[in-house]
């Protein structure tokens, strides 16, 4: 195919969750010869930090559904009821669901999110900074992987203008 | 069973979206124009996709069996 299919896409969320969609489109994406520029903004940024560290938070997610990663069937398939009360204030609940998320994701064959980053990266995908929202942060270039560039709206407008697929995530 | 000499074997076994599709791409990369890739997946949605990828590639999908909870795909490098 001689016409470069392009697409572009928006990262606005850092969680773990929310770091899936942007880099399975992307990876695939150049697996089916196509150019890809993603650009990571507000919480989306921080995805792109050398050290990930995404996690859910099941209170601010009510259709998440809790179930266990390990035990027999009958016990997996449980829906835990468990109230916002408890989800929103016992220390700690946000890094056991995201344990659990990250058990059953391997469980279950799917690729973590630093892989199918690394594949994104190694694959030529395009990797923008909002440069606004790194400095409202106070986010610096350095505490980002190698090969991320910086922009603003109009760096991601110009190549979505020409993009045949947009996305905001 | 397709009689189609496959070239090279990928085992894309217990693997999920997207990796069966990445691994395959990775693979074909390594072969030659005319050589030809079997690759066995267990995720269903792998029928689907493969059709798309080979679509969207140029790659043609020889051919694609199941056999039991595995799906097996033949598929030739443009």
Redesign the interface.
């Known amino acids: 195919m001689s016409d470069t299919k392009k697409m572009a896409l928006i990262a606005s969320r850092g969680t773990l969750d929310w770091a899936y969609p942007p880099f399975i489109l992307a990876s695939t994406a150049v697996a089916m010869d196509m150019e890809v520029q993603i650009f990571f903004t507000f919480y989306g940024l921080t995805l792109l930090k050398k050290k990930l560290d995404a996690k859910v938070a099941p209170h601010s997610n009510p259709s998440m559904p809790m179930k266990m990663p390990f035990g027999p069937k009958s016990f997996k398939n449980i829906e835990w009821p468990i109230p916002n009360l408890i989800s929103s204030n016992l220390p700690g609940f946000n890094d056991v669901a995201t344990t659990l998320m990250k058990k059953t994701f391997k469980s279950k064959g799917v690729a973590t999110v630093e892989q199918l980053r690394d594949i994104c990266v190694e694959s030529g995908v395009k990797l923008v900074g909002c440069q606004m929202t790194m400095d409202v942060f106070g986010f610096t270039k350095d505490e980002f992987i190698d090969g991320v560039e910086l922009g603003g709206a109009a760096t991601f407008l110009e190549f979505a203008a020409e993009a045949d697929i947009q996305l905001f995530v | 069973m397709s009689d189609v000499q496959a070239n090279m074997e990928l085992d894309c076994r217990?693997?999920?979206?997207?990796?069966p599709?990445?691994k395959?791409?990775k693979a074909i990369e390594t072969l030659n124009t005319g050589d030809v890739l079997k690759m066995i997946a267990t995720?269903p949605g792998s029928i689907n996709d493969m059709t798309?990828?080979t679509k969207?590639?140029?790659n043609e999908l020889i051919s694609h069996e199941e056999s039991g909870d595995e799906y097996i795909f033949f598929i030739r490098k443009k």
């Open positions: 217990g693997l999920n979206c997207p990796l599709i990445l395959t791409k995720d798309a990828w969207r590639t140029g």
